[in-house]
């Protein structure tokens, strides 16, 4: 079960025409957008993500399809199931993350605090727990 905190559901606009989902940076979003990406087309059985941040703040999203989110913050271990552009996870540095058992729609739209820097990335789970334990 995801803390409260974590899983934002925000609101749908609607009549006739269909749906519209709004998402603003340090209203939604309690950061400033720097960066976003989407990933989609991942194959069958394949794993994303294994890594944590030092400093990069995330939400994802699904906006077509579904996946699930193994979150890993050495204090607490979950899943969540991400099935609906209304659903925003929120992620902070300190959340070892894996993206998996993505439909083969899915489209997972993902915006970020920081613009891409290949040292923010914490790639191995022993280093992850040597910066954020204790």
């Known amino acids: 079960m995801v ?3 974590k899983l934002i559901e925000i609101s749908k606009l609607g009549d006739e025409r269909g749906l519209l989902t709004v998402i603003e940076e340090n209203l939604t979003i309690p950061f400033d957008i720097k960066r976003v990406f989407y990933i989609y087309g991942t194959k069958q059985g394949v794993r994303r993500g294994y890594h944590g941040h030092y400093k ?7 906006v077509s399809g579904n996946c699930k989110v193994y979150l890993d913050n050495l204090k607490r271990k979950e899943q969540v199931y991400l099935d609906s552009p209304s659903k925003i996870l929120l992620l902070e ?3 070892w993350h894996e993206m998996y058992d993505f439909s083969p ?6 915006l970020a605090s920081h613009l891409y820097d290949p040292e923010d990335y914490i790639r191995d789970y022993n280093k992850f727990v040597e910066v954020y334990g204790s």
């Open 93 to 95: 540095p300190n959340d």
């Open 56 to 62: 990069t703040r995330q939400a994802l999203i699904s």
């Open 105 to 110: 729609d899915c489209v997972l739209l993902v």
């Open 3 to 5: 803390s409260e905190s």
